[in-house]
């Protein structure tokens, strides 16, 4: 019931590295001077999920302005939305959740229901804003550049044949966030005349981009395409 469930949250972008210094600041609490018992020093910090990937692209003018106008769009994977079955799977999980048979007390029947239609209402506001995106917003969206078919769509973001099919063309589970052109990044090499090149930005979560990467060198064979890891720090 819950396979197609998906958090309204779940799209966060990745914190910069300005805002967790920000939030380090916050958490600092002046303490007495001397030697700092063991727990007190700091603990190891888990890997981040996600990666920050240059792609450099360059070629003849004319095969760059073929990709650039057929890369750009909303930036997004066009799955489907169903209210209705979010306030369902929402109730579920939190009857599941709050059973007397977990041995505590938790919300009552009318609660889950109300939790689940508050759930669905953020789920609406977030459906909505999405879709008052940009048509062109992003300039490297995957999805323009290979397409995830309808009838992988029609299975739901979280289905595992959705993820499986994302994962084999995209390297992926999901889109890239905060997608972006770095100008003023150059080839690092000399250019022929009538080429050029460009720099595009993106974080993923949990996944390397080469298998689409691949795909684009295959569609677009007067162009380069080179992925570098970047790193977040």
């Known amino acids: 019931m819950t396979e197609n469930l998906r958090l309204p949250w779940a ?3 990745p914190a910069t590295a300005r805002e967790e210094d920000a939030a380090e600041t916050t958490r600092r609490v002046p303490g007495r001077r001397g030697r700092r018992p ?3 020093w700091p603990q190891p910090v888990e890997p981040s999920p996600w990666q920050w990937w240059h792609l450099l692209v360059y070629g003849p003018d004319t095969g760059m302005d073929t990709f650039v106008a ?37 919300l009552s029947i009318d609660g889950c229901r109300i939790l689940a239609r508050q759930f669905r209402a953020a789920a609406e506001a977030r459906h909505a804003r999405l879709g008052l995106g940009v048509e062109k917003a992003c300039p490297l969206d995957f999805h323009q550049l290979v397409p995830v078919p309808e009838r992988i769509l029609q299975l739901g973001a979280t ?19 905060q997608v972006r052109h770095l100008p003023g990044r150059k080839a690092g090499r000399r250019l022929p005349r009538d080429h050029r090149a460009m720099v595009y930005g993106f974080f993923t979560r949990m996944g390397t981009p080469a298998p ?5 060198g295959e569609h677009y064979p007067t162009l380069t395409f080179r992925l570098s890891e970047r790193s977040l720090a």
Request: net charge negative.
């Open 11 to 13: 799209d966060l972008p």
């Open 38 to 40: 063991l727990s007190a």
């Open 70 to 106: 057929a890369a750009a769009g909303p930036g997004l994977i066009p799955w489907p939305f169903d209210a209705e079955r979010v306030e369902e799977d929402m109730f579920a999980l939190t009857i599941g959740a709050n059973s007397p048979a977990r041995g505590r007390a938790g």
């Open 159 to 177: 289905h595992p044949d959705a993820r499986a099919w994302l994962r084999d063309n995209w390297g992926l589970a999901e889109a890239p966030r």
């Open 212 to 216: 689409v990467i691949g795909r684009l």
